[in-house]
């Protein structure tokens, strides 16, 4: 789907505007499936701070402006993953996004552009069917698989063993990684960065025995060998997880248990 | 319409519901209905850890946390039931390692503790390391191991369904719970679940203050739904205020960082806590740290431009510690406050984080519809419910304990009621209120907008409800909050559509917010004294003559429908009775409260 034509001004007046706001333009990508054929693009002049996360601004537009526009967020601050976005071309969570990040040097460009993460169907606006995505992570078996019986107490792990798999345990399925992806954009039966990131949060656990059955997964033709190393994943990952080398480690385990 | 059926439906899909499914899901045909996707709720936004006495780093054991939780609670805890939770944090401790949760380990491999607010050694003599933690995402890794298991225990999710009410068939002795009623956020559809027992797990309501470090969905909608039904609140004046709050944002900065040693210190620098709690310190219970901050504050001895923060001062800890133990909170320090905790210290500010009280139930999860009965078939665990194991003030890392733990027990409680039932049979048009709400809210054209009723609201409850509250403040915040429940009446959303129509549900949810916020208020005017989380100025002292007892609050419904009630909820603008339940107490007599 592409996105045509714009539509007039709206008036963006009853949003309080606090001291030291500028006016950004914000363009966002609107599709209702119960009146639009296809998404268009809208533009909100909407005072701002520099300080502001791009959901403030949003929220303003649907609280003083459109009520319509639809969009998910719950923490506010880049732990519950429910805001992933593309703005300004690049996925983000818009909760951890400040608006002087965005501005251009010098006040040339103030404007904003909001649109859906790629690669997963656009139910409404910025919302997302976001079931494919969870239907891959759950496929890689993302828990736990000890045998044998359980110890008394706690299991015991190194500090080093626990720092093996620490930078994957901060994946928070927000989503930014997979949606973009141009592999996963391409085929959708990809499973994708995210799950990868998943799989490989146990794998590398030394309190788990299920690293075989989970290789044998992601040995899948739609599995890990799909990834061309765009790096995309990684850049895209708000919580800093190195999304690309997680995903060469998996293919490295891969390819030592098979020589 | 549609209509399901299941044993059990758990409400919620945060620590407490999920820890509910993973044992309901095991026992009987469970149903999660949650309004968010599962890994979006608010648990993962918990940092410091989850205290037990596994006395893995120094002595500790079962009986001094209890009796921490006790005293922390300024008196007002159940003491049965937090000697329940800390002898079984032992074990939900080690199941969660069981279930595979990442803990920071010990050089022998154990899991690791630091100290925390309020966890003493030996009843109060120091500080005692008792938080089993996780870096600071102790939160995040509890929700996302939770939903693991329960991906591996194929539990069933209904995601983004918003329960808006609940169902109960009357019975010659009470009502006993029957059903939910959902809107479908994709669809627009309502949907009736029949079951034969029903979990709350919906967490809090941070969201009818301004300043909070809970996520915009945390609406109260459970506790709401309860009161709705003429069912009591139990101690809805106790809110905590969580200390480190990053200033005029509220984000949450977790206590793990004065575990690690952080201080906190006023204009001057001076440590003040030194001060308010001399043994302790900076880890003093919440309630004490925050109303010690407003008084520096309040007293001139603020920081910044408009001398309305306090500093929590890192720079000592190191970058090597505040990478590896605490890099979440270093990260929100340097992207929302340009302030880099390596460097400099960090501007804070108590910010609303957590109710103390909610729906009434016993130690196994059963609600109940006064002080003496439960209603057959109907649970609550977390936030949402009131045991009361956090009595006036909540020791921090005892919101993680209480989910496992009671989440638990109600999981148990509830699968376990729900074998050998058969379902009751559902009352005639189960989905009556939803479906007037909706159709209410997608046909009105009042002039009164969600945003600017909402606002309003959290602004005259920080103003007016927040650390410290006098008879004049609470009284003009109910005045505000009564005011606003009228506007409420009038209100229109703009979206009619019936796809991912968000406007139509915060709608909804602002409705709940207003009845917990009178809820609140009331009970805090009547409470002539200072206990905990709640501070009167005009009563500075804790009254156990008159005040020891938990408060019991009720809304008096009408007897007949009121055609014009806002969106059709008869009721909704109604008088409070407040009545009062006794306090348990077994090993511990009430003591001043000393730090």
Known sequence: MTAVAENPVHDTSQIPAPEGSLTITVKIQRFNPELDDEPHWESYDVPALPTDRVLNLLMNIKNYVDGTLSFRRSCAHGICGSDAMQINGINRLACKVLVKDLLAKKGKQTTITVAPIKGLPTMKDLYVDMEPFFEAYRAVKPYLIAYGNEPTRERTQSAADRERFDDTTKCILCACCTSSCPVYWADGSYFGPAAIVNAHRFIFDSRDEGAEERLDILNDAEGVWRCRTTFNCTDACPRGIQVTKAIQEVKRALLFKRI | ?595
């Open chain 2, 1 to 595: 319409m549609q209509v399901h059926k299941y044993d059990v439906v758990i409400i919620g899909a945060g620590g407490a519901g999920m820890r509910a499914a993973i044992e309901s899901g095991q026992r009987a045909r469970t149903a999660v209905l949650t309004k968010l996707y599962p890994t979006r709720s608010h648990t993962g936004a918990a940092q410091g850890g989850m205290c037990a006495a596994l006395a893995n780093v120094e002595e500790d054991n079962w009986e001094w946390h209890t009796f921490d939780t006790v005293k922390g609670g300024d008196y007002l805890t159940d003491q049965d039931a937090a000697e329940i939770m800390a002898k079984e944090a032992i074990d939900a401790v080690l199941d969660l390692e069981k279930m595979g949760l990442p803990f920071n380990r010990t050089p022998e491999g154990r899991i690791d503790q630091r100290r925390f607010g309020g966890h003493t050694r030996d009843h109060g003599k120091a500080a005692v390391r008792r938080s089993c933690y996780a870096a600071d995402r102790t939160g995040h890794m509890i929700l996302q191991t939770l939903y693991q298991n329960c991906v591996k225990h194929g539990i069933e999710f209904y995601n983004e369904f918003y329960v808006l009410d609940i169902v109960m068939t009357e019975t010659p002795d009470g009502p006993v719970a029957s059903g939910a009623v959902a809107y479908e956020l994709a669809t627009g559809e309502i949907h009736v679940f029949k079951a034969k027992s029903i979990v709350f797990a919906t967490g809090g309501f941070g969201k009818v203050f301004k300043t909070t470090s809970n996520a915009h969905t945390l609406t109260g909608d459970g506790m709401g739904i309860y009161a709705r039904k003429g069912l009591p609140l139990e101690d809805m004046e106790f809110y905590q205020f969580h200390p480190t709050g990053l200033a005029g944002l509220g984000i949450l900065l977790t206590e793990g960082a004065r575990g690690e040693g952080a201080i906190l210190r006023n204009e001057s620098g001076e440590r003040f806590m030194e001060r308010y709690a001399p043994t302790i310190k900076d880890l003093a219970p919440r309630d004490i740290v925050a109303r010690s901050m407003v008084l520096e504050v309040l007293e001139g001895r603020g920081a910044g431009p408009n001398k309305d923060y306090v500093y929590l001062d890192c720079t000592h800890l190191g970058a090597e510690v505040l990478e590896t133990k605490l890099p979440d909170i270093t990260e929100f320090a340097r992207t929302y406050l340009g302030v880099d905790p390596v460097e400099e210290p960090v501007p804070v500010y108590p910010t609303a984080h957590y109710a103390m009280g909610g729906i009434p139930t016993n130690v196994h999860g059963e609600a109940l519809r006064d002080n003496d009965h439960v209603i057959p078939g109907l649970y609550a665990a977390g936030e949402v419910a009131c045991v009361s194991v956090h009595g006036a003030n909540r020791l921090g890392t005892n919101s993680l304990l209480d989910i496992n733990v009671f989440g638990r027990r109600a999981g148990i409680a509830a699968a376990e009621y729900a074998h050998g039932r058969e379902h009751v049979e559902l009352p005639e048009n189960p989905a009556t209120l939803v479906e007037g709400m909706v159709e209410h809210l997608r046909t009105a054209h009042g002039g009164e907008r969600v945003a600017d009723i909402r606002t309003e609201l959290q602004q005259t409850m920080d103003s007016n409800a927040a650390v410290y509250r006098t008879e004049d403040t609470l009284k003009q915040a109910l005045t505000d909050v009564q005011a606003l429940k009228e506007r409420y009446g009038r209100i229109a959303v703009q979206d009619k559509g019936k796809r991912y129509n968000t406007d139509l549900l915060e709608a909804i949810e602002l409705g709940f917010l207003l009845d917990l916020a009178e809820l609140l208020v009331n009970a805090a005017l009547a409470r002539k004294e200072s206990r905990g989380g709640h501070a009167r100025e005009d009563y500075p002292n804790r009254d156990d003559v008159n005040f020891m007892r938990h408060s019991m609050s009720y809304k008096i419904l009408p007897d007949e429908v009121d055609p014009d009630a806002p969106l059709g909820l008869s009721g909704f603008i109604s008088d409070i009775r407040l009545d009062y339940k006794p306090v348990t107490f077994t090993r511990y007599e009430p003591m001043e409260r000393k730090y």
